[in-house]
């Protein structure tokens, strides 16, 4: 039988190359000319790296950058546990309001961003008095990970073979001991991957951030959102160049980190179970 | 999380002995809940509360000393029509049509590169799925600043145009072209990556028996393969619809007053225009939308499309 699809491959390839073009063009133009010499405009004058030093220097990134990572580490940890938490839940046991909760997860990735910082702010300022901060940012940051944390670990966890876990009973393994030992092992690999999806969120966001963050707690994503005020510039394509380069540094050791897990299979039982 | 009684570890490898099952298990429901319990307060108090709230000041009013006041006894019902009203009414139709017309584009830059992806790329499938996540990993904000660079009006396509001959006085920024092209630049990984799954999964017999059975190409592309992988499809609509249907940041970058969102909107009532009630009730209305459009699909297509 001749397998003639109404899409061939050789006309699927040109629109993938094209689609591939669409996708990547902008981000190499931003990378690009973020090596211009020229201070405005998109003209060629020059190959300068003369834009990355400036960056260094300038205090208010500098705050910025360490304002990032804080709200991201804190955010990812604090999110990871309870969102752990909440997907072991949602898997391993069944009980009455179950799909109530995934409802509230639901909900928490639907809601528009505009509307889920403008409601935080809301709280904040007007109900619970807290300055807008670094730990206003924190908490909000931490509001919209758990519900990633949770999927991704459920998607998991769902998986799971339960019979690993009788099996380790019927060996003699306390409950506890069977957790650390079997379940934490195997899920780590979710676990780790919502824990990097989610510091990758954080590590981006800018509407949330915006509406709840206050002086001095600006992030560097908000950081460039303000300075696009004045137009672009060159140092906001290195500033640019630079989040991408850190945000790829990341995915590539997700990435290396899961096909080194996917590898190992179901071996990882062996190396680190009942020693 | 279940509490057993002590049991005397066996250490010989003589026959297993049948060990009698005495547990006394913590019950579901309880383990259940107490696991979910910091997710719940989590929940209860910076989602749950804030949205109450929201809906409170949807129904108050503003006054000259406060942004807004909320009393029981005075509900204000018209924040709610003032929201419609023919000023905010196209705003919040324009943004659906944006929304609309990027999923649109998306479903046909995505669908035949997904379906290339699963079925023909071979070997190197793997690096071209990495090269559909790269971007949906990378900051949306930096991306589409990205296309202000390439479109502001002394940018790289109206010297590319002028070096073509074809003028470089063009007007790209604050237009529908780019919103929309903003949209679906930011979205397009959304709608490949489920549909990559699913299409993925599919059992390629299926295409076969449908030409065995005398379909032509385009009656097997929309009666056999588009409902097959119809779950990703449905989750890619939904991941990209929603985003942009309340988006902030492309309009904001490429936008100007003509193409206004409903997103920016709603920032201005509780930045520059100070009225909470009616950004409230613009908040509530733009929420409700969502959910009930994603209840509706989810009724009609079945749940387990998600």
Redesign the interface.
Known sequence: ?S?????R?R???V??IL??A???L??V??VV?SFNRARS???WTGFSTKWYPKLIHNPEVLAAFRNTLKVAFTATIVAT???T??A???T???????SA?ST?VF??L???????G??????FQ??AHIRAGLETVI??H??FC?AFV?IVVRARLSRFDNSLIEAA??L?A??VQA?FRIVLPLAAPGIIAGAL?AF?IS??D??ITY?TSGPGSTTL?LY??GE?HF??SPS??AL?TF??LF??IL?TIG?LYSLRSARRGTGAIDATTLG | LSVTEAEPRTESHSEPQPRPAKRRRMPDWLAGNLLLLPTSIWFFFLMIIPIAIIVAYSLGQRSIYDPVRFSWGHLVWSNYSKALNPDFLPIFIRSIVYAGVATFLCVLLGFPLAYWIARFSGRYRTVLIVLVIIPFLTSYLIRMYAWQFILQPNGLLNSALGNLGLGSNHQFLNTHFAVILGLTYGFLPFMVLPLYASIERMDTSLVEASYDLGHGKASTLFRVTIPTVSPGLVAGILLVFIPAVGDFITPALLGGVKTQMFGTVVADQFESSQNWPLGSAMSILLTGFILIGVFVYLWRVGEEAL
Do not use: C, Q, W
């Open positions: 039988v397998r003639k699809s109404a899409l491959p006309y699927l390839i629109h993938a689609v591939y669409f996708l990547f902008p981000i133009v931003l000319f405009g998109t003209d546990i309870i969102g938490l909440a072991f839940a949602l391993r046991f069944k009980f009455r309001g179950r909760y509230l909900i928490s639907v809601m528009p961003e505009v509307v889920m403008i409601s935080l702010l809301v709280l007007r109900i908490l909000a931490i509001t758990i949770v009973n019927d003699g306390t409950p957790f999806l990758t590590l981006d800018v509407v509406f994503p460039i959102f696009l137009g672009v906001i394509n640019s989040v991408l945000s790829l995915l990435g």
